[in-house]
């Protein structure tokens, strides 16, 4: 199983930018896809953005397209979430996650370790 620590979140004014890391471990994290997910308060957990285990393929949910963008470096076991034009609603914990070997960046229910989340609070 892939171990996976979050960092980057903090507080920023509407329209500002950050940018979140998260660190893994294990044999298999080169050959899995990543993600991140979000949970706001009093909402459930949705998936923001993820990748194939190449960096080759992504997917971004619609509220986020075009202003985020995920990327990985497998030598350094580090995945990546650039946060542009930031807006109160992208307000919530952000959790990266590890997909399952063999199973595709797009098969959101195969997500299934995940790191303890960082906060991102954007004021307006």
């Known amino acids: 199983q892939v171990q996976l620590v979050e960092s980057g979140g903090g507080l920023v004014q509407a329209g500002g930018s950050l940018k979140l890391s998260c660190a893994g471990s294990?044999?298999?994290?080169?050959?899995?896809?990543m993600g991140w997910f979000r949970q706001a308060p009093g909402k459930e957990r949705e998936v923001v953005t993820t990748?194939?285990?190449?960096?080759?393929?992504?997917y971004y949910a619609d509220s986020v397209k075009g202003r985020f963008t995920i990327s990985r470096n497998n030598a350094k076991f580090t995945v990546y979430l650039q946060m542009d034009s930031l807006k109160p609603e992208d307000t919530a914990i952000y959790y990266c996650?590890?997909?399952?070997?063999?199973?595709?960046?797009?098969?959101?229910?195969?997500?299934?370790?995940w790191g303890q989340g960082t906060q991102v609070t954007v004021s307006s």
């Open positions: 294990g044999r298999t994290f080169s050959r899995i896809a």
């Open positions: 990748i194939n285990w190449s960096g080759g393929s992504t």
């Open positions: 996650a590890a997909g399952t070997y063999g199973r595709s960046y797009y098969d959101v229910s195969s997500f299934n370790s």
